[in-house]
C-alpha cells in the first residue's frame, strides 16, 4: 500500500511554460485534493475532487486545472507558470462515509516547484 | 468564512518539559477538527480527529482536547522526536473542504 504518491519530486519551469503534477493514490479514497503550501501561510486548497468526473475549485484556483477521469488519479495542470505559484504543492485524499472515522487526510509527500 | 489561529507559531522546549499547543477556530458547524504533525520537507501526517467539545484523545506523548472554540495539544514529557509543526484543521459541517491554520513549530532541545 504507498498511500499517495506525487511525481515529480522537484521541478524548475520558467516563466510561461506548462507542466503537470501528478497525484495517485491506492487507498480507494473517493475524496481527493490539491493545496499549496508557502512559508507562514498554511495550507491553502487550489481544487478537490469528490470522485472520478466531479471536480471543484477551492481557494486559489486561478492559473490551475485539474481532471478526474479515475478513482485513483488527481493530476494537476499549470498553465503559463508565473513566479507566484513558486510553492510546495501537496496532493491528499481522504474517504468520506457520512460518520465519523472518516474524513482525515492522507498526504503525498509534496512536489516542490521553483518558477524562474 | 471558517477560520483556524494556531499559537504560539513557535515553541522551543527542554527535553521532559511539559507544554500546551493552541487551535482557536471559527466555524458555523463543526464537523470535525484535526490534527497533523510535518516533518520538514515531508507531507503532513494525520494525528487525531476531534468532534465535539469535551472530546479527547491521545497518543503517546500526545493529548488533544477539544472546546467549542479551541483546542488544545499538550505535549507531555517531550522528546527531541516530537520536534515538527503541528497544523490544526477544521472541517466545516456542510462542506468537503478542510482550512488549516499556518501551524505550530516545535522544538525539543535534549
Known amino acids: 500500500n504507498a498511500g499517495v504518491t506525487q511525481t515529480p519530486k522537484f521541478r524548475i519551469l520558467k516563466i510561461g511554460q506548462s507542466m503537470t503534477l501528478q497525484c495517485t493514490q491506492d487507498?480507494?479514497?473517493?475524496?481527493m485534493y490539491w493545496y499549496r503550501q508557502d512559508p507562514g501561510m498554511g495550507l491553502k486548497l487550489i481544487y478537490y475532487?469528490?470522485?472520478?468526473?466531479?471536480?471543484d475549485k477551492g481557494e486559489v484556483p486561478n492559473g490551475y486545472n485539474v481532471s478526474r477521469s479515475t478513482t485513483e488519479d488527481f493530476p494537476l495542470r499549470l498553465e503559463l507558470a508565473a513566479p507566484s505559484q513558486t510553492s510546495v504543492y501537496f496532493c491528499?485524499?481522504?474517504?468520506?462515509?457520512?460518520?465519523?472515522?472518516?474524513?482525515?487526510?492522507?498526504f503525498g509527500p509534496g512536489t516542490r516547484l521553483t518558477v524562474l | 468564512e471558517d477560520q483556524v489561529t494556531q499559537s504560539p507559531e513557535a515553541l522551543r522546549l527542554q527535553e521532559g518539559e511539559s507544554s500546551s499547543l493552541n487551535c482557536s477556530y471559527t466555524v458555523s458547524g463543526l464537523r470535525g477538527l484535526f490534527w497533523y504533525r510535518q516533518d520538514p520537507g515531508k507531507g503532513p501526517e494525520f494525528l487525531f480527529t476531534?468532534?465535539?467539545a469535551g472530546e479527547e484523545k491521545e497518543k503517546e506523548r500526545l493529548k488533544a482536547t477539544l472546546t467549542k472554540k479551541e483546542s488544545f495539544l499538550h505535549i507531555t514529557a517531550p522528546k527531541p522526536e516530537d520536534s515538527a509543526t503541528y497544523l490544526c484543521a477544521v472541517q466545516d459541517g456542510g462542506y468537503q473542504k478542510v482550512t488549516f491554520g499556518t501551524g505550530t513549530k516545535l522544538q525539543v532541545i535534549p
Open positions: 487507498m480507494n479514497h473517493n475524496y
Open positions: 476531534l468532534y465535539s
Open positions: 491528499a485524499s481522504s474517504y468520506s462515509g457520512g460518520g465519523q472515522g472518516y474524513n482525515e487526510q492522507f
Open positions: 475532487s469528490v470522485g472520478a468526473g466531479i471536480t
